[in-house]
């Protein structure tokens, strides 16, 4: 059994703490917050509370963590496990600024340190589906991708000037996806507007982007980002290729459709929830996390595919931020 | 070129007109109605006019009728055009009287005469792509059939007398497909309902009704109608067999598809025109028509399979009608 | 909590031991089983294991038992429990013999008893849903229900002859949930067919079946069973209304839609397996039956439904083969 | 009437003298083509054939002339129709030349001649559709575009070099729409790749591409191109906006579905064919046409939409070919 410490004891770190309570490999023994109360909110009879992570990280009843705290702890917290010997599954990204990020893959190189990214959407079964189906030769070469991903809420205002911006915040989970499928990327262009809230583009950040990426393979990605969407989280992929395409279409809390006056055979409102719609995707990462550990095999996706993807995001960044408009005509 | 008079001018009299015009093996020559202006109204350049369905139907440039007027004249014309040595397409039903139509039957085999049922249905593109499938074998052997036909809204009232009940007038339509689809059909058990206009149960009609069919080959098929259906012109069929099923699924005037608040990918209305639903069917059926009288070829449907769906009709209706409620309990 | 003891520890009493360990307001005890090994491999630690089903009955750590071993020993677990003064829940159906049933249900009601009965689809989400959709007044008044089950492979040969009838066996659910959507049953006609397996002729069952109802509110209810569905578990529901219809389509495993040389837009294969199409069905039925007892409210589905299910499956049954083919013509 | 030559009579003629045909406002009187036997196959009674298109222009029973010849002839005929006074409908491109597209629109200006673009699409039932709705509120303001169009087989390799390149070409069609939905375009960027067949990179143009287009209202625009799709024609579009979306899905030849042992669901192979996939827009268009000339309205879309289209298109070109890979990392 791997014994499993979560720093951090927001919403996410309770979905990973069930992950860890269904996999059959891993034993949660620690849970870490500042405020502690909301350590002892999720954790379960036997669990281990503490307001200091670096007590979990350096307890020997802990074998791996699960960073879930803000973007700005991570690379300490990666950096201290690995020290200590641990397994490292940090949530993305590894940091807002590529150099640190950078600076903190070499240190755990260096260190032979054992480190995951959460991009847990890698795990998600219709993802991991279409990769599996592609990989076996069903649509040929892949030719284009395109990846849309439309949050149902714009982020709270006080979270922009935190995020990174859109593109390391939002898009780098389709800049990783993009990875996943077209494997090196060659080059990226942005372009970021303005749709949603005017107050947005006063705090110098997009709320809708699009990026086309161009893959070594010859393989086009297309992605498209915007943060509000009124029929719930948008999430969908269309791989095409030489042979066909395969597609993840939207998922539904029922398979109820319904046909009146004016629609039909109309479905409801697209999943929305984090935990309902990547529920499964967390268990599995965990238990892939769980797994490599267990036969020594290399964890994956890995702390250098944090830092491409973070390195994708930030080109991105600065290109949509600086191309001016070729005013046409 | 096949010389063609229509009797009648109503509204599927223009759809026939349309079709006749369409096909390159036959020529439109001339349109009867009782009131002659509504024989105008759908004769273009060069197609001869009356009031007297007689004439056409022994002019000498006339090879083949299409019957179109109200169900108790089409026996009359059939049999007129049959000893007039014309070939005849002639709107369902054969009549409402089943041993009229036998007897029709008996005339027209003892003449030899030619005679096709205008069961456009079984000439629609759909329902032809599934009859082939399964004949190829696609779907191993049909084992159940599912049938399901909903009016738009209900015929006017004063109809309803004239009509023959539902079984005559509406489901023979599907009781037809059933034959087409299961061949020879052993026992029919039929239910009907009145949900839509309580002024039809006093006509002693009902509005809605299923029924349940065992065919010789083992298949069960089973029927559902209903007077009225908010959402357009329900037209479906499932063919379910013991290697796969195939479906038709219902038609729409565009493939736009809408997401809002409430609602996901949803479809609009289904078609409800007949001529645009089954137009295709309609052209296909005369082309159908004439390319048998072309090649010698025997029509089909036959007067035979109009007599036999009747059959079926009648046999519902009897059995609806006569059935007490097995009180359960 | 309400402490749980489960009577049997097969396939489904697995189901159950889950749904009673996420369910908040249950606490699991005591499993038993004949063959001790199997209660051993479900039950966790601090539950204790029995081969004597009445020891789990009359232990005093045990409110409520879940009765799920073979049909012919329920009745005499739902008398023993009810005499302990525990609540049950038991799988349908109540007995394959009818008059046994009703005894059962008469000494229930004499004793002050409490039964939920385990159709656990009235708990499934999407069914729900529709239901709770259609008392809202969304479709207007319910006018004509289909229910289409088709399992994806046959029963064993050997448990025919133990099952009572695909009616008793298979139907039944769709006959509680004809009773859930449509209310009192005033008629039922029931047809078989043998397609799948003629070895099942000879035991004097069916494997596939078509029954319609009639509801005393008017509406017409169609059920459609198969025994072999080569696509997976065929589980859908069509309610059509006056306003509008409400349908539960089939659901699959991942939300990947894939397109080819000859087909476009094709899902997978329907989900199959039990726990994966019903588990949310499973765990809402237990936490159903434990916020009932909780409150002191009814049980639902009840003993009786139970019973009132079988006697529609008798009906179905007797009359499926004694009805002689009508043969037309 | 508006009497209607057609210049040309190839493919693209013979859809054209359909939808001649079959408007109400028009009738066919010329058809012209330098082999001349192939504008008698498309001729039909009545309709006077030449192999000069200029005695066509000039005749005085013609009123406007529809141009389907290739694109180095259209500038020429354009601006002869219009000297002599006849109304014109061209099939897109203008010409390949921007500026000698320019100067063409220049003296049509000044002559007041009446130019439209066949740009056939604006016309389709479910493009206006959602060009409608969206005016009418539906989805609020539009944020986000998708337009994806992949042909079903390369153009023959011959075609290539006179072909413009697959942005004049191909992608000029979703140039327009994308001006047709999203108004003044303010930038371009676009993507081109080679993953058909490597002979096409050898003459200089791409059969993949990706444009982004940023519009002066804010929104974005993607435009999807392959010139190979083993499916059938692909054509969609997705406009997403503050309120929700308006898809045009694919569409099928019949709306059967199927399902076996690994696809369940699955349509047919997507409408391939122009004349069937937008049979009823070039109706529409030429409806368009003769009601614009009729009531003396201006013509949609016009020659100033055809050079405005053709900027984009130039703009593209020059910018995937010269655009070095921004090789990251």
């Excluded at 020997?60 to 020290?83: G, M, N, Q, S």
């Excluded at 480190?115 to 040929?140: C, K, T, W």
């Excluded at 980002?225 to 998922?251: H, K, P």
Aim: hydrophobic fraction near 45%.
């Amino acid at each position: 059994m791997i014994n499993i410490a979560i720093i951090g004891a927001g919403k996410i770190a309770a979905v990973h703490a069930d992950a860890v309570r269904r996999c059959k490999l891993t034993n949660l023994t620690w849970i870490t917050n500042r405020t502690i109360e909301k350590a002892h909110a999720i954790a379960g009879p036997g669990v281990k509370v503490s307001s200091d992570a670096y007590a979990a990280i350096k307890a020997p009843d802990v074998d791996a963590i699960i960073i879930t705290t803000i973007t700005e702890t991570h690379v300490a917290y990666i950096l201290a496990a690995v020290h200590a010997g641990k397994a490292v599954l940090c949530e993305k990204p590894v940091d807002l600024d590529l150099d640190r990020a950078r600076k903190c893959l070499e240190r755990v190189e260096d260190f032979g340190g054992q480190v995951q990214m959460g991009f847990n959407r890698r795990y998600d079964p219709s993802i991991l589906e279409i990769h599996e189906r592609i990989s076996a030769g069903e649509i040929g070469t892949l030719e284009q991708l395109t990846l849309i991903s439309r949050d149902e809420f714009p982020p709270p205002l006080e979270y922009v000037p935190l995020s990174g911006g859109i593109f390391k915040d939002m898009m780098i989970h389709e800049l990783d996806l993009a990875r996943f499928f077209l494997g090196l990327i060659e080059s990226i262009h942005a372009v970021g507007q303005n749709v949603v809230d005017p107050r947005v583009k006063e705090l110098g950040d997009f709320d809708g982007a699009v990026a086309v990426l161009r893959a070594k393979s010859g393989a086009i990605g297309t992605i498209i980002n915007d943060r509000r969407c009124v029929y719930g989280w948008d999430q969908r992929i269309e791989a095409f290729g030489s042979l066909g395409s395969l597609s993840m279409t939207n998922q539904h809390a029922t398979s109820v459709v319904s046909s009146g006056t004016n629609t039909t055979s109309a479905h409801g409102r697209v999943t929305s929830n984090n935990a309902q719609r990547y529920g499964a995707a967390f268990e599995a990462q965990v238990a892939g996390f769980a797994r490599a550990l267990d036969k020594g095999s290399p964890l994956s996706p890995s702390l250098q595919d944090g830092v491409e993807a973070l390195a994708l995001a930030e080109a991105a960044t600065i290109q949509a931020h600086n191309t001016p408009a070729t005013v046409l005509g």
